[in-house]
């Protein structure tokens, strides 16, 4: 007896402790349900991605593959795979193991080429399975090895640690299943042969058979509905293991300051991982802004390092998170930030101190504007223009002769923030920049400096600039002087050479009247032009037009409307509304002017693929172009399209097109504009592409304007859209029309 029981004991031992929870082997033919067979049909599936992912931080991590797999590798009617279909293909086990652990058929040469290979001899037929980090479990190479134990015990034991549940307890399992599934399938056989023998019996014995029949298959619909529902239950179970995550902070602070996180910390930071590796950098920056809505030190930890971020708008999202936490602790942390970390985190920092003001932050952002990160230049400008403190006049200034043109812009309108007169000498020399963004910023900055000795360089510059800049400096001229000549060059300069020796500049507040006055100034200049009621002096526009289906809709005009509104707006439809209005103006440019139109529902088509200038062809092309647009439509006539893009609004995207980034996955915030002003007319909030919340897309477009100067308008047919889109217009230099009611 005792020798049977240590060879009982040797055995139990020696067997693979991963296959234990395996079913007793059987054959897939053994299975003559229909459902079964369909349950055990194998799937082939396509070999998974084994390269590195890139992380946002740009650093990266090994490739996992979504589930463990099973290589069999192979060519085409190998002599050598009788063996391995005749013992491991049959076996139910194996088909149910194919859920868990995924089977890739691949000849020799291709798997050669494998770089998860190398450790590996391939030979024809052979079977290698792996786990989902492209460890290799095992391999079965000689006609020894082709078991269906042998190659079960690999599956099992590469599914084991892929899985929450054991594999080999869920292969168990659904073998019941299947054998539940045979009971009914003859319990289903049983009522058809019932039903047969029914039909050659007596109407008394067939009523009689009828009712039992009624009753079995009522039993079995029952059956099949609770078999059904163990089979989901068991396909749900079969759930990836989680990744490991960094463990929660558990404490913050130090010394005295130190203290346990918080449930609500916790759960922020739990928030944060499920979105902060997205692939989509608006899901991530959403992730890491939503962040700042609990203000705590160490939530500042955990922006920091989402700002860690390849994607410029991700680290300007945890810029504004940290914007939003005023503690005393928060900012401290916050500006403790602009000295430690990398100088993706440093540049969220500053981003978040050109919202907020900090006494000690100034020494901090003056020491990183040397650095020779654009985006943490840029944003150190801004911050210090935000801070006001003119001890970062003389650093300013030297910004206006930076390296990279676009952070000359946020220099010069820094110094315009700080309101120093030391800083009027970098902004007058920049009038006769070529980039006339640059010229822009720095003649609304001297507006705001207000020094004496600006006002002849700019009274120059208005008596011979044209377009937009000569609105600018029109406002400007008014915000220092005080005087209010509209746009009569000869009437500024007799007052100038008459009074401009003994002239004192007037105090802000006798100012406030004449800037009011100075906004109705272009009605009455005969250069200006208007478009839905918006005059403007610019040569430099696009027109981007919402071509959606609801643009064929009516405007509502109430009953109360005086007949003035109706005459206005005869037939009523939004898109003739437009039409009539964009018609009139392109008939009255002349060729000065340059310009292109963008219209846009889920896609963006542009008219041309530059500004053109509007000479007699470009103006009657533009004419017939705009005179044959219609909304579009799913079907019918007009101009079809999908029943699905017609309905969308793609507001970003059309917007990216007329700042002239279409093509960029990553905005170029530091490229240059010829744009200097865009129409944008619509009837709807954004309802696809990448930004489809409205405020998150006004957000995105002012910052992008930032180091550009666009002047936008916003033309809304719908009062609830105007609600929302308004506020595009006013963060941008433009201006608001509602066409409707």
């Not at 019932?194 to 009523?207: W, Y």
């Not at 009455?524 to 643009?551: E, Q």
């Amino acid at each position: 007896m005792l020798p049977m029981r240590r060879a009982l004991l040797l055995l139990l031992v020696t067997l693979p402790a991963a296959a234990k929870g395996l079913p007793p082997p059987s054959r897939i033919d053994v299975w003559k349900s229909i459902n079964n067979q369909q349950r055990l049909r194998m799937e082939w599936d396509g070999l998974p991605d084994a390269t590195p992912i890139k992380l946002p931080d740009g650093s990266t991590e090994p490739a996992r593959a979504p589930w463990p797999f099973l290589l069999h590798i192979v060519e085409e009617d190998s002599p050598g795979n009788d063996k391995i279909k005749r013992n491991i293909f049959v076996d139910t086990r194996f088909a149910l193991l194919t859920r868990a652990v995924k089977p890739v058929k691949i000849s020799p040469v291709k798997a050669a080429e494998l770089q998860y290979m190398f450790s590996v001899k391939v030979k024809d037929p052979c079977i290698v399975v792996f786990k989902r980090d492209f460890s290799v479990v095992g391999a079965l190479s000689t006609k020894k090895d082709f078991t269906a134990d042998r190659c079960l015990k690999l599956m099992v034991k590469a599914g084991d640690d892929a899985y929450v549940e054991s594999v080999g307890k869920y292969v168990s399992q659904y073998v019941k299943i299947l054998a539940q599934e045979e009971k009914l399938w003859k319990q289903e056989a049983k009522i058809e042969d019932l039903t047969d023998r029914a039909a050659k019996k007596s109407p008394a014995d067939m009523k009689k058979i009828l009712k039992e029949v009624e009753q079995l298959d009522k039993q079995l619909e029952a059956d099949r509905e609770t078999l059904s529902e163990k089979e989901q239950e068991l396909k749900d179970s079969l759930r990836i293991k989680p990744d490991e995550e960094e463990a929660l902070p558990t404490t913050v602070g130090k010394g005295r300051k130190k203290r346990k996180v918080t449930p609500e910390e916790k759960e922020a930071i739990k928030a944060y991982r499920e979105f902060g590796r997205d692939k989509n950098p608006f899901v991530r920056a959403a992730a890491v802004e939503d962040l700042g809505t609990l203000d705590s030190p160490v939530i500042v930890d955990v922006i920091l390092k989402g700002a860690n971020d390849t994607d410029p708008r991700v680290v300007t999202a945890a810029g504004k998170a940290l914007s939003r936490m005023k503690s005393a602790e928060s900012l401290e942390a916050n500006v403790g930030g602009l000295v430690s970390g990398n100088e993706r985190a440093k540049t969220a920092c500053a981003v978040a101190l050109t919202e907020i003001k900090h006494p000690a932050a100034v020494t901090g952002l003056m020491a990183l504007a040397s650095s020779g990160n654009d985006a943490l230049r840029g944003a150190v400008y801004e911050a210090l223009g935000k801070q006001g403190d003119k001890a970062a006049v003389a650093l300013l200034a030297r910004g206006m002769s930076d390296r990279v043109p676009a952070l000359r812009v946020v220099a010069a309108t820094a110094l315009g923030e700080i309101r120093s007169p030391e800083g009027a000498e970098p902004l007058l020399q920049a009038l006769d920049s070529p980039d006339w963004s640059l010229q822009k910023a720095s003649i609304e900055a001297l507006g705001k400096v207000r020094v004496k000795k600006s006002i002849e360089p700019l009274l120059v510059l208005f008596e011979k600039q044209e377009g937009l800049l000569k609105e600018v400096l029109y406002k400007s001229l008014v915000s220092i002087t005080g005087q209010d000549y509209k746009y009569r060059e000869t009437h500024w300069r007799s007052w100038w050479d008459k009074y401009g020796k003994g002239f004192t500049l007037p105090t802000e507040r006798d100012l406030e009247k004449q800037r009011l006055l100075a906004e109705k100034a272009l009605e009455g200049y005969a250069k200006a032009r208007k478009y839905h009621k918006i005059v403007t002096l610019s040569r430099k526009m696009v027109f981007v037009i919402d071509i959606s289906a609801s643009m064929k809709d009516k405007i509502v005009i109430p009953p109360s409307a005086p007949e003035s509104v109706r005459e206005e707006f005869p037939d009523r439809v939004k898109m003739e509304i437009a039409k009539k209005e964009m018609i009139e103006l392109i008939a009255t440019l002349d060729k000065h002017v340059w310009f292109n139109i963008i219209t846009f529902a889920g896609k963006v088509k542009p008219w041309k693929g530059d500004l053109v200038r509007a000479t007699g062809g470009s103006r009657n092309g533009a004419i017939k172009f705009v005179s044959k647009l219609k909304p579009l439509e799913a079907s019918g006539g007009g101009r079809k399209r999908s029943g699905g893009d017609v309905q969308k609004t793609n507001t970003y995207a059309a917007m990216m097109a007329a700042f002239g980034l279409a093509d960029q996955k990553i905005p170029d915030w530091k490229a240059r504009s010829r744009v200097d002003t865009i129409f944008l007319v619509t009837d709807g909030v954004p309802t696809s592409g990448e930004i489809t919340e409205t405020p998150k897309l006004i957000a995105a477009l002012t910052e992008l304007n930032r180091t550009r100067g666009i002047v936008i308008h916003v033309i809304c047919f719908d009062k609830e859209t105007g609600k929302q889109m308004s506020r595009l217009a006013t963060l941008n230099g433009g201006k608001y029309v509602l066409r409707g009611f």
